[in-house]
């Protein structure tokens, strides 16, 4: 019997961390039990921790590895020395830093508009309502709202990320997130799987922006043709035919734009559609060497 192993954080395992950055993956039992049908047998493994003995197994596949961006050279080490590694390597080093939104708007994609406020540099906000987050980062931790009128606690905020060694990521904030929420498009060998409506992280303070608040600003939705069609155009090249994907998009007045393109540890949602697990297992038994 194939080996693999789901590598996830404690905080994933456990549901409680120090801070609210992580809750429990609930899709990690759908996942073990689709590999089973499959004849592959799937275990949980906290990526950081030294016990574990990767080369055992057939294959590591990154899963819920939240929390990495507190550690991100450590995780970055940790990923590069795996040998059977899905999502590969390079995909996951290159979509770890938002700086690859810039490359991929350069390439002619279209993407919200992003701006990047080096260490030492000093910010250039937008006129109206705006964002401020770290390169490196995910789940929302340490993104902050601000209104056009708050431009001292934005500066502030660059302030603190700098102060810790980040860059900081400013885009302006779309309105119809607030209304319609994000579209998040969720992709298994290059094939369009499933939809989720993401609702606004940002319209509570971050001490609130705990599991279960995270799990009600999330629903299955219709994917629109328009938005899967620019998914489909991003997931070329580099990113084709991989084993999961998921894109975040936002409906502006300029049309579907890209907010994340999510290949290193997204949720996949496996509970909101009924084949999505099975999907997911079969893209990954299909690169068990």
Known sequence: MSRVALATSRFALAGAAPSLEAHVDVDSPLLIDELARLGVEATLEVWDDDQVDWESYDLVVVRSTWGYPAKIEEFLHWAHARARLVNPF????????????????????AVIATTYCEIGDDPV??????????AVGAGSIDAERFAADEVDAALAHVTRLHQSQRCAVIQPYVST??????????????????AMTKRSHLQVAPSQRNGDFRTRQMSAAEAEPEAVQLARELLTGRFADLAYGRVDMVNTPDGWQLMELELVEPALYLTYDDQAARRC??????RIP
């Open 125 to 134: 906000f937008p006129t109206g309502d705006f964002v401020v987050k770290p």
């Open 281 to 286: 297992a079969h893209a990954i038994e299909r």
């Open 177 to 194: 997130i607030d209304e319609y929420g994000e579209r998040a498009l969720i992709f298994f060998d290059g094939d369009f799987s499933h």
């Open 90 to 109: 390079a995909v996951i080093e290159y979509s770890t830093d938002k700086h690859y939104l810039g490359d991929l708007a350069a390439q002619g994609f």
